[in-house]
């Protein structure tokens, strides 16, 4: 069936008895028919044509509607489809940054800062005198195992312990043997857990 390419409901049948249509009514005129009847005849059939055309125009304006809407339920499905898919890459790519760093988006919990009067900690002598020298220090050592590992250190050194060393100014100066060595216990910072930071981060603000 083709497509029609306007409203038949507008259409007005023509007078079939003008002259223009008389080749058309000379076809129906018989013995038993005349001119006049032959015109109502073609009439008639207008009549017929023209309705079962109305009724392909609302059929084929119900179907561009069903269309219509499929083609937007479509359209609204697919951009809803990519926005779940960027969604799900962004939480992906969210995840994997927080794997590869997680020290990064470890949240610390909140809490009260230290009171160093109160709260005073014993940290590792070779600690304490990298940061006074302003070297870097590994946050092992303010870890619950890095102070437990100096309070165990210093519980059992030899008070008599002293080693020369060389002072900022180039004079000689005893240090405490137990300031020299680093822990045979340090873990490096990468190395580190979450709960590691979170014990040493309180317990560094105490020291300082």
């Known amino acids: 069936m083709n497509r029609l390419l306007g409203d038949p409901n507008g259409n007005i049948c023509p007078d079939f008895m003008d002259e223009r249509y008389r080749a058309s009514r000379t076809v129906f005129v018989t013995a038993n028919t005349t001119d006049d009847q032959a015109a109502v005849t073609l009439r008639a059939i207008w009549v017929t044509t023209n309705e079962a055309l109305c009724v392909q125009w609302q059929q084929q304006v119900a179907e561009d509607e069903r269309l219509r809407a499929k083609q937007q339920r479509l359209a609204q499905e697919e951009e809803e489809h990519q926005t779940q898919a960027l969604r799900l890459e962004e939480e992906t790519a969210q995840a994997d940054e927080r794997k590869k760093n997680r020290i990064k ?55 008599d312990g002293m080693i020369p060393t060389t002072g900022e100014d180039g004079s000689t100066v005893w240090t405490s043997a137990a300031a020299t060595r680093p822990s045979t216990k340090v873990i490096p910072d990468r190395n580190l857990s979450s709960v590691d930071f979170a014990q040493a981060v309180p317990q560094m603000i105490t020291s300082f």
């Open 105 to 159: 988006y470890h949240v610390l919990p909140e809490r009260p800062r230290p009171n160093a009067a109160l709260d005073e900690v014993l940290v590792s002598d070779f600690a304490m005198r990298k940061i006074d020298k302003g070297l870097y220090v590994e946050i092992y050592y303010w870890t619950n195992d890095g102070l437990d590992d100096a309070l165990t250190n210093y519980s059992t050194k030899d008070d």
